[in-house]
């Protein structure tokens, strides 16, 4: 294939847009919700709005706070809205950023530096739960925190006992989720604030995917435990709006108790020959259009709207905990309370990696956890009005993959089978850096992860993982 180059004269806007309707042919099928992640969709009017307000701003660039006044005045009601919201304090202040990982990012350098000016810790480590979310992994390795690993308890709830002991002098923060990615579970934010206050260290709640639908369930009547600024202890929260808020990609929060903490959290560098030079964030250029869409979507929705797209949601993950429940073969991983949840296998004759291949070839998208083995859902409003086909769906992958265990060493259930469960990690990881890579070659972009022709495992890999199989066995 010839290596693309930009075009030596303009073409025509309607022909672009044309590509770029036909670029996404192949892409998951959101709009018909065949998609358990990564997209949270409600329809082609809403995305309009969304579009509407961001077009208005995309221009806009929120790097100086002080030029954008429009653009300061939007991050600030936001702030608010979201401090409200989580039951913070008349201090309770925040910045918003690109996306749940900056937002975790900014928390990880923050509560570092916090440390290092403080109580002058030069090799710090932070104690999470083994089932936060990867970008806390991203984050230590970024900043340098080694991350002290709160263990899973038998059904999957983060063992907050271990807590006390993963703490010493060169712990500069905990982590809760709520709810943590892998299954759903809210993790016990109260006792761990009772051990990190006692023990004078930052409490981070990670409500990346829960901060904009969880109050609304609380408001709806759920019987949810505190996880927000109401527990003493918790200093800080990261909330997304792109997800359960419903905005824009490239809008997320994260909130502090108080300025004090925000502070370590800024950059400052004076001596730039470019002038003095301030940003409260990761990012330089900050995306106006996504302040914009998320400052509208807002507006439009307001706590009713909110209440009312959390109580489908509700409606939806109950049908579906209780679908899962009524398929044999299946079971609900840890305990969800939140909108997302994890099935896996009790049968060694289904597996439920082989399962969800099934499921793609019916046109459905989904995720796969590991350790334990299972298929991820993160359930938004407009899931509703699938619940039932995917149900019916996943009954029959089920029996498919019972009658066939040959499905089980094919396709991709034998490649995540592999990278989940062969005990030479390091192999793991050199290999899906490779396949990485790949796409990313010069001329590359084509190989994928997912549902698409796998690239070969290499012969030592596979071998390795029949050996440790066969000794299993
Ligand atoms: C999605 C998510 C993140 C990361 O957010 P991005 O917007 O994808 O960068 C962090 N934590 C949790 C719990 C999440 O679900």
């Not at 989720?177 to 016990?188: F, L, N």
């Not at 109050?215 to 003493?232: I, Q």
């Not at 998320?294 to 009312?308: F, S």
Request: proline share 6%.
């Amino acid at each position: 294939m010839d290596r693309p180059s930009l075009p030596p004269q303009g073409r025509p806007e309607a022909e672009v847009l044309d590509d770029l309707k036909r670029f996404g042919q192949n892409d998951p099928d959101y709009r018909n919700h065949r998609i358990w992640s990564l997209v949270y969709h409600l329809d082609d009017a809403h995305d309009d709005f969304t579009a509407a307000a961001y077009r208005q701003y995309s221009s806009a660039n929120g790097l100086n706070p002080a030029a954008f006044q429009s653009l300061k005045r939007m991050e600030s009601e936001i702030v608010a809205m979201v401090a409200t919201l989580l039951h913070g304090g008349p201090e309770t202040c925040g910045v918003l950023t690109a996306g749940g990982t900056e937002s975790c990012l900014m928390a990880v350098k923050t509560y570092r530096d916090m440390a290092r000016k403080r109580r002058g810790v030069h090799r710090p480590n932070m104690a999470i739960p083994a089932t936060a979310h990867v970008a806390w992994f991203k984050a230590a390795e970024y900043f340098g925190v080694t991350p002290r690993l709160l263990p899973m308890t038998a059904d999957l709830a983060t063992d907050v006992t271990r807590l006390n002991r993963k703490i010493d002098r060169n712990t500069v923060m905990v982590l809760g989720s709520a709810p943590e990615y892998p299954h759903g579970t809210i993790d016990a934010i109260a006792a761990m604030g009772k051990t990190a206050a006692r023990r004078h260290v930052p409490l981070h709640i990670d409500a990346c995917v829960g901060g904009m639908i969880l109050p609304f369930m609380a408001m709806n009547g759920a019987d949810l435990p505190e996880w927000d600024f109401r527990v003493p202890g918790v200093t800080s929260i990261s909330t997304d709006l792109h997800k359960y808020g419903y905005t824009s990609k490239g809008a997320s929060l994260i909130l502090y108790r108080n300025l004090d903490l925000l502070k370590y959290q800024m950059f400052v560098y004076q001596d730039w020959p470019g002038g003095v030079f301030a940003s409260p964030a990761l990012l330089g250029t900050r995306p106006g259009g996504a302040y914009a869409s998320a400052w509208a979507v807002m507006q439009k929705l307001g706590i009713q709207g909110y209440r009312d797209l959390a109580a489908q949601t509700t409606e939806a993950v109950e049908i579906l905990k209780a679908g899962i429940a009524n398929i044999d073969g299946l079971r609900i991983l840890g305990h969800p309370q939140g909108p997302l949840l994890s099935f896996g296998s009790t049968e060694s004759a289904v597996s439920i990696f082989a399962v969800a291949d099934q499921l793609e070839t019916k046109g459905w998208s989904v995720n796969r956890v590991q350790n334990p083995d299972g298929i991820h859902a993160m359930v938004t409003a407009r899931h509703r009005e699938v619940t039932e086909h995917y149900l019916s769906d996943l009954a029959q992958a089920v029996a498919t993959v019972r009658a066939d265990p040959k499905l089980a060493r094919i396709g991709g259930a034998a490649t995540y089978g592999m990278m989940a469960h062969v005990p030479l990690r390091g192999m793991v990881r050199a290999k899906v850096l490779d396949v990485f890579a790949e796409m990313y070659r010069a001329g590359g972009g084509k190989l994928r992860l997912d549902n698409r022709p796998r690239p070969p495992v290499p012969e030592r890999l596979m071998a390795r993982y029949a050996q440790w199989k066969a000794r299993r066995s």
